[in-house]
């Protein structure tokens, strides 16, 4: 079995607890960089990870301090029975973790649950999604039937959690938050009016199409700032030039760093059709701008409409270019920053990371 590590192995000596990180895939993103964060606070107190990723994609997104290993180098012809077989050779090679923390798709659970039976092994599995189990069911990578075979769940929204607790009744949910890096928090106090910012992938599911629409049916003028990269890049750069407003939208590429390339922005725009709780959100409201978007799980409960940012209903780009024309006109009283740094709060990295650990190590 293959096995990329990264770093220096510190062997178990029954003293340092073990927790499996198992992912099905990982790439760069909002889920990554949370596991990134989450790693190096569990080390720095006694707790030894290991990140085992079902298929790599020859993309080293881990720290070198990391270990790293991962199943398969090839995602083709891939399924969770050959997911379980290859957990559990690795199992039998490396030994059983303390816990295994399932991310994201619901059927890492029943993936981790069958490797440790096959082996004759029991340890506590906690599943940890990033998106409505019912948007991983759609797309065929679990959904109840495969979250069933965690012992307890970590839900970054609550609307994440209650839909858990609908399905499955009698299961243990624990509210978790995403955590920010104050790192990457700029605030500014020129924020321009006239412009807005959208940071994240260029995907089909972040209905990027419908922000442009509004920017041409807005008749005040805005520019839009797209921060990230994704299939959908070549398509959204011809609608813009189609719209008229190519020479309003400027396309960014991906940045580590995004916030310096759009800290005098008014706002961020989202118009996705699902999201899980979007770290980018929070982010944005850390450093005092308000949010602009569809009311998808977790923006609910980050956005009361005229203090902290606006909502408008899916793909409905006439409702957003309405919204920009209020706040063009000065006819929505103007956002406290102030107000949008304290809702992203309970997110602050080491809060959000503290309370992760307690309940995490609570299993133990």
Not at 55 to 74: Q, R
Not at 207 to 212: A, K
Request: some cysteine; aromatic content about 10%.
């Amino acid at each position: 079995m293959p096995i990329r590590f990264c770093g220096i192995r510190i062997e178990g000596d029954g003293v340092r607890p073990i927790i499996d990180i198992l992912i099905a895939v990982a790439d760069k993103g909002g889920v990554e960089n949370v596991i990134k964060m989450v790693i190096p606070f569990f080390e720095e107190r006694g707790v030894h990870i290991r990140l085992v990723q079902a298929v790599w994609e020859h993309h080293n997104w881990t720290s070198a301090e990391t270990e790293f290993h991962y199943l398969f180098d090839d995602g083709r012809e891939q399924d969770s029975d050959k997911f379980t077989r290859g957990y559990r050779d690795f199992l039998s090679a490396h030994g059983a973790p303390d816990i295994v923390l399932a991310t994201c798709f619901p059927m890492m659970c029943m993936v981790a649950r069958n490797a440790l039976l096959e082996l004759g092994v029991s340890r506590p599995i906690v599943s940890w999604l990033h998106a409505p189990l019912s948007e991983y069911d759609r797309v065929g990578v679990g959904g109840a039937r495969q979250l069933k075979y965690a012992d307890l769940h970590f839900a970054i929204s609550e609307d994440i959690g209650n839909e858990i607790r609908e399905l499955l009744p009698d299961s243990y949910v624990f509210r978790v938050y995403n955590p920010v890096n104050s790192d990457k928090v700029y605030f500014s106090a020129n924020r321009s009016s006239g412009q807005l910012a959208f940071v994240g992938r260029l995907s089909k599911e972040k209905n990027i199409g419908s922000v442009l629409r509004a920017v041409a049916l807005a008749q005040s003028f805005w520019t839009l700032i797209l921060i990230g990269e994704g299939e959908e890049e070549e398509e959204l750069k011809k609608m813009a030039e189609e719209l008229g407003i190519s020479r309003q939208v400027s396309f960014e590429g991906w940045s580590e760093n995004p916030w310096t390339l759009c800290r005098d922005s008014y706002g961020l725009v989202m118009a996705s059709y699902f999201e899980g709780f979007p770290l980018t959100a929070i982010e944005a409201l850390a450093c005092g701008m308000p949010v602009i978007s569809t009311p998808v799980s977790g923006i609910k409960e980050l956005i009361k409409p005229g203090e902290t940012g606006f909502l408008f209903p899916h793909n409905d780009s006439e409702f957003l270019s309405r919204i920009l024309d209020m706040i063009a006109g000065g006819q929505f009283p103007p956002v406290d920053a102030e107000k949008c740094k304290a809702k992203a709060l309970p997110y602050r990295q080491d809060v959000a990371l503290s309370d992760f650990y307690e309940k995490l190590m609570a299993l133990l």
